[in-house]
Protein backbone atom coordinates (compact mmCIF):
# COMPACT_ATOMS: atom_id res chain seq x y z
CA UNK A 1 0.00 0.00 0.00
CA UNK A 2 2.66 2.20 0.93
CA UNK A 3 4.20 1.69 -2.84
CA UNK A 4 1.34 3.58 -4.40
CA UNK A 5 1.66 6.44 -2.10
CA UNK A 6 4.21 9.22 -3.95
CA UNK A 7 6.65 10.56 -1.71
CA UNK A 8 5.31 14.44 -1.97
CA UNK A 9 1.47 12.55 -1.01
CA UNK A 10 2.86 10.94 1.92
CA UNK A 11 5.52 13.88 3.27
CA UNK A 12 2.09 16.28 3.10
CA UNK A 13 0.60 13.91 4.90
CA UNK A 14 2.71 13.95 7.69
CA UNK A 15 3.10 17.75 7.58
CA UNK A 16 -0.32 17.71 8.07
CA UNK A 17 -0.34 15.62 11.18
CA UNK A 18 2.31 17.19 12.65
CA UNK A 19 0.74 20.72 12.15
CA UNK A 20 -2.59 19.32 13.45
CA UNK A 21 -0.55 18.14 16.41
CA UNK A 22 1.41 21.25 16.81
CA UNK A 23 -2.13 23.56 17.03
CA UNK A 24 -3.57 21.12 19.59
CA UNK A 25 -0.70 21.26 21.80
CA UNK A 26 -0.60 25.31 21.38
CA UNK A 27 -4.65 25.29 22.40
CA UNK A 28 -4.35 23.05 25.12
CA UNK A 29 -1.44 25.27 26.70
CA UNK A 30 -3.15 28.31 26.27
CA UNK A 31 -6.24 27.06 28.14
CA UNK A 32 -3.83 25.57 30.68
CA UNK A 33 -2.68 29.21 31.07
CA UNK A 34 -5.80 30.76 30.92
CA UNK A 35 -7.07 28.63 33.70
CA UNK A 36 -3.51 28.99 36.05
CA UNK A 37 -3.67 32.70 35.62
CA UNK A 38 -7.43 32.75 36.90
CA UNK A 39 -6.21 30.57 39.57
CA UNK A 40 -3.52 33.65 40.31
CA UNK A 41 -6.05 36.47 39.78
CA UNK A 42 -8.64 34.94 42.64
CA UNK A 43 -5.76 33.93 45.17
CA UNK A 44 -4.35 37.57 44.63
CA UNK A 45 -7.75 38.68 45.13
CA UNK A 46 -8.83 36.89 47.72
CA UNK A 47 -5.56 37.01 49.83
CA UNK A 48 -4.28 39.88 48.57
CA UNK A 49 -6.70 42.00 48.80
CA UNK A 50 -9.85 40.97 50.49
CA UNK A 51 -8.33 39.08 53.47
CA UNK A 52 -5.39 41.73 53.77
CA UNK A 53 -7.89 44.63 53.58
CA UNK A 54 -10.01 42.71 56.70
CA UNK A 55 -7.22 41.73 58.98
CA UNK A 56 -6.15 45.73 58.57
CA UNK A 57 -9.69 46.93 59.56
CA UNK A 58 -9.47 44.15 62.47
CA UNK A 59 -6.40 45.52 63.52
CA UNK A 60 -6.70 49.14 63.68
CA UNK A 61 -9.97 48.42 65.68
CA UNK A 62 -7.73 46.93 67.97
CA UNK A 63 -5.17 49.41 67.95
CA UNK A 64 -8.41 51.68 68.53
CA UNK A 65 -9.32 50.49 71.41
CA UNK A 66 -6.02 49.78 72.89
CA UNK A 67 -5.24 53.41 72.73
CA UNK A 68 -8.25 54.28 74.01
CA UNK A 69 -7.13 52.57 77.30
CA UNK A 70 -4.25 54.24 77.13
CA UNK A 71 -6.05 57.52 77.10
CA UNK A 72 -8.25 56.52 80.41
CA UNK A 73 -5.13 55.85 82.24
CA UNK A 74 -3.79 59.08 81.21
CA UNK A 75 -6.78 60.92 82.83
CA UNK A 76 -6.53 58.97 85.56
CA UNK A 77 -3.27 60.03 86.14
CA UNK A 78 -4.09 63.59 86.03
CA UNK A 79 -2.84 64.23 82.50
CA UNK A 80 -5.61 65.52 80.24
CA UNK A 81 -3.59 66.96 77.15
CA UNK A 82 -1.61 63.49 76.80
CA UNK A 83 -4.88 61.59 77.10
CA UNK A 84 -6.63 64.18 74.05
CA UNK A 85 -3.05 63.46 72.07
CA UNK A 86 -3.80 59.78 72.22
CA UNK A 87 -7.47 60.16 71.98
CA UNK A 88 -6.91 61.93 68.71
CA UNK A 89 -4.87 59.73 67.57
CA UNK A 90 -7.48 56.67 68.09
CA UNK A 91 -10.24 58.18 66.18
CA UNK A 92 -7.50 58.08 63.60
CA UNK A 93 -7.43 54.25 63.75
CA UNK A 94 -11.03 54.19 63.29
CA UNK A 95 -10.84 56.00 60.47
CA UNK A 96 -8.11 53.72 58.87
CA UNK A 97 -10.32 51.19 60.02
CA UNK A 98 -13.03 52.38 58.15
CA UNK A 99 -10.95 52.96 54.74
CA UNK A 100 -9.72 49.16 55.25
CA UNK A 101 -13.35 47.80 55.12
CA UNK A 102 -13.73 49.86 52.04
CA UNK A 103 -11.45 48.16 50.04
CA UNK A 104 -12.00 45.09 51.47
CA UNK A 105 -15.97 45.63 49.97
CA UNK A 106 -14.54 47.12 46.75
CA UNK A 107 -12.52 43.73 45.96
CA UNK A 108 -16.09 41.74 46.01
CA UNK A 109 -15.81 38.32 46.25
CA UNK A 110 -15.35 35.28 43.93
CA UNK A 111 -18.59 33.09 45.09
CA UNK A 112 -21.96 33.59 46.79
CA UNK A 113 -21.07 31.62 49.38
CA UNK A 114 -18.26 34.62 50.10
CA UNK A 115 -20.67 37.37 49.53
CA UNK A 116 -22.81 36.41 52.35
CA UNK A 117 -19.93 36.00 54.81
CA UNK A 118 -18.63 39.26 53.03
CA UNK A 119 -22.26 40.71 54.14
CA UNK A 120 -22.20 39.24 57.49
CA UNK A 121 -18.03 41.05 58.06
CA UNK A 122 -19.72 44.07 56.87
CA UNK A 123 -23.00 44.22 59.39
CA UNK A 124 -21.17 43.19 62.18
CA UNK A 125 -18.84 46.16 61.58
CA UNK A 126 -21.42 48.26 61.57
CA UNK A 127 -22.38 47.66 64.34
CA UNK A 128 -19.32 47.41 66.29
CA UNK A 129 -18.55 50.55 65.18
CA UNK A 130 -22.00 52.03 65.97
CA UNK A 131 -22.60 50.73 69.37
CA UNK A 132 -19.25 50.08 70.73
CA UNK A 133 -16.39 52.51 69.12
CA UNK A 134 -18.60 55.41 68.68
CA UNK A 135 -19.51 55.98 72.12
CA UNK A 136 -16.43 54.73 73.45
CA UNK A 137 -15.20 57.84 71.55
CA UNK A 138 -17.24 59.90 72.55
CA UNK A 139 -16.55 59.41 76.18
CA UNK A 140 -12.86 60.23 74.99
CA UNK A 141 -13.68 63.25 73.42
CA UNK A 142 -15.35 64.38 76.91
CA UNK A 143 -12.85 62.77 78.69
CA UNK A 144 -15.19 61.19 80.60
CA UNK A 145 -13.83 58.14 82.43
CA UNK A 146 -16.87 56.82 83.92
CA UNK A 147 -18.75 57.09 80.49
CA UNK A 148 -15.78 54.90 79.10
CA UNK A 149 -16.22 52.06 81.92
CA UNK A 150 -19.86 51.96 81.39
CA UNK A 151 -18.96 51.29 77.40
CA UNK A 152 -16.56 49.23 78.33
CA UNK A 153 -18.57 47.46 80.75
CA UNK A 154 -21.46 47.05 78.57
CA UNK A 155 -21.69 44.76 75.26
CA UNK A 156 -18.54 46.15 73.36
CA UNK A 157 -17.06 42.77 74.17
CA UNK A 158 -19.55 40.88 72.75
CA UNK A 159 -19.80 43.43 69.47
CA UNK A 160 -15.97 43.31 69.15
CA UNK A 161 -16.38 39.31 68.99
CA UNK A 162 -19.21 39.35 66.16
CA UNK A 163 -17.21 40.94 64.51
CA UNK A 164 -13.89 39.07 65.14
CA UNK A 165 -16.15 36.06 64.22
CA UNK A 166 -17.41 37.18 61.06
CA UNK A 167 -13.59 37.96 60.53
CA UNK A 168 -12.38 34.03 61.21
CA UNK A 169 -15.06 32.58 59.04
CA UNK A 170 -14.22 34.76 56.02
CA UNK A 171 -10.34 33.86 56.82
CA UNK A 172 -11.27 30.07 56.60
CA UNK A 173 -13.21 30.56 53.65
CA UNK A 174 -10.54 32.28 51.90
CA UNK A 175 -8.26 29.88 52.85
CA UNK A 176 -10.51 27.11 51.77
CA UNK A 177 -11.03 28.46 48.14
CA UNK A 178 -7.34 29.40 47.74
CA UNK A 179 -6.08 25.54 48.58
CA UNK A 180 -8.79 24.78 45.68
CA UNK A 181 -7.34 27.06 43.23
CA UNK A 182 -3.28 25.80 44.04
CA UNK A 183 -4.73 22.36 43.65
CA UNK A 184 -6.42 23.76 40.23
CA UNK A 185 -3.27 25.00 39.50
CA UNK A 186 -1.34 21.95 40.15
CA UNK A 187 -3.69 19.79 37.89
CA UNK A 188 -2.86 22.55 35.14
CA UNK A 189 0.94 21.62 35.49
CA UNK A 190 0.29 18.07 35.35
CA UNK A 191 -2.13 18.27 32.69
CA UNK A 192 0.51 20.47 30.34
CA UNK A 193 3.48 18.03 31.60
CA UNK A 194 1.49 15.01 30.19
CA UNK A 195 0.89 16.75 26.99
CA UNK A 196 4.83 18.08 26.66
CA UNK A 197 5.71 14.32 27.16
CA UNK A 198 2.72 13.25 24.56
CA UNK A 199 3.19 15.70 21.95
CA UNK A 200 6.78 14.57 22.20
CA UNK A 201 6.20 11.05 22.08
CA UNK A 202 3.90 11.49 19.04
CA UNK A 203 6.73 13.63 17.47
CA UNK A 204 8.87 10.80 17.46
CA UNK A 205 6.46 8.45 16.21
CA UNK A 206 6.30 10.81 13.06
CA UNK A 207 9.63 11.40 12.63
CA UNK A 208 10.09 7.52 12.30
CA UNK A 209 7.13 7.14 10.32
CA UNK A 210 8.36 9.83 7.57
CA UNK A 211 11.70 7.92 7.46
CA UNK A 212 9.89 4.62 7.11
CA UNK A 213 8.10 6.11 4.27
CA UNK A 214 11.02 7.53 2.38
CA UNK A 215 13.20 4.26 3.18
CA UNK A 216 10.08 2.69 1.07
CA UNK A 217 9.21 4.83 -1.64
CA UNK A 218 12.94 6.53 -2.31
CA UNK A 219 15.70 4.17 -0.97
CA UNK A 220 14.59 0.86 -1.60
CA UNK A 221 13.99 1.88 -5.57
CA UNK A 222 17.31 3.66 -5.27
CA UNK A 223 19.52 0.23 -4.01
CA UNK A 224 17.20 -1.83 -6.87
CA UNK A 225 18.44 0.54 -9.87
CA UNK A 226 22.23 0.64 -8.57
CA UNK A 227 22.06 -3.13 -8.39
CA UNK A 228 20.53 -3.62 -11.64
Do not use: C
Not at 30 to 36: E, L, N, P, R, T
Not at 93 to 115: C, M, N, P, W
Not at 198 to 217: E, Q
Amino acid sequence: MLKRISIRTGLLALLAMMTLLLLVVSVMGIIAIQKGNRSLDVINRIQGIELNALYMSNGNLLRTRATAALAIRKMEVGLPDEAAKIATRSASYVVLSQQELKRFIDAGTVTEHGRILAEAVVATHEDYLVNGITPMMAALQKQSVDDYYSVLEGNLSDLAGKFSGAVSAFGAYADDVSATQMAQAARNQTMMTVLILVSGALTLLLVALAWMILRILLLKPLDQAIRH
